[in-house]
């Protein structure tokens, strides 16, 4: 990037990690550790956070290593949020907590999209979590039947980053067909505006699986909006959607005269 930007004129600048804003999470649903490797290897530079999604943490052969890669590559790890339920759920919190400090993992998520419980409840684990852990929180169900009003979505994260979460997390699935999104994929444009124009779109971590996804927010938040869900072997090409350099992008951030 250091070449490009010498010779391109108008690729957006990003900031260096660690950052609060233009984050990328990687979704990370079983690779193996030479796959985590290599992932580190290209990612280090462009990836935030490396979610082990769902439950795969704790049925993933060689976990600790693979999370080791990842934090000498200074990408920061955490559990998927539906492992946390499936702790909560049999009443193993402290199990929970114990097993986070045992694979050196201090961040943690804190979701109720598969599990619900009162929110209550998943504001008190947040505020205990936040004394020791690095805190986010996904709001929304990964259910189809379950829709929340934009003001239902705005008072949840109001509440949550009051709580001790650093960045709430808009729920869309790896599938990206529900949550902040229609079923067939498209943004829900009403309901992501209403949060960030009350929430702030830099406290809000996007989840963002696909292409086009990934393009509109670009296209409307700018290079350095907070991007998840990505797919390991799409760093690469987020990345050049950030910074224009592919068709989709390619005139977001070119003046008027060059376009």
Do not use: C
């Not at 490009?4 to 690779?31: F, W, Y």
């Not at 934009?150 to 001790?164: F, I, K, T």
């Amino acid at each position: 990037m250091k070449i490009a930007r010498q010779l391109l004129s108008h690729i957006p600048e990003r900031p260096s990690k660690p950052r609060n804003e233009g984050l990328t999470m990687v979704m990370d649903k079983g690779l193996s550790l030479r796959e985590a490797q290599d992932l580190a290897e290209v990612g280090s530079e462009y990836v935030d956070f490396v979610k082990l999604g769902f439950g795969t943490s704790i049925i993933t052969p060689g976990v600790e290593k693979k999370i080791r890669a990842y934090h000498e590559a200074g990408i920061t790890v955490y559990l998927g949020g539906t492992l946390f339920e499936a702790f909560i759920i049999r009443g193993l919190f402290s199990e929970y907590v114990a097993m986070l400090k045992e694979y050196g993992i201090s961040m943690v998520e804190i979701s109720d999209g598969s599990y619900e419980f009162e929110h209550s409840e998943k504001l008190e684990y947040i505020r205990e979590l936040s004394k020791d852990f690095t805190v986010i929180s996904e709001v929304g169900s990964k259910k189809k039947n379950i829709i929340y009003t934009p003001e239902q979505w705005v008072e949840m994260m109001e509440s949550e980053l009051s709580a001790g979460s650093v960045k709430v997390i808009a729920e869309a699935r790896e599938s990206g067909t529900i949550g902040i999104y229609n079923d067939d994929g498209s943004v829900n444009i009403e309901l992501i505006k209403t949060i960030s124009r009350k929430i702030g779109f830099h406290n809000v971590l996007w989840e963002a699986p696909l292409k086009q996804q990934q393009a509109w927010f670009i296209t409307n938040f700018g290079a350095n909006v907070n991007l998840g869900n990505i797919a390991p072997n799409e760093i690469i090409a987020l990345e050049s959607l950030r910074v224009g350099l592919r068709s989709d992008t390619f005139f977001s951030f070119l003046p008027e005269s060059m376009r």
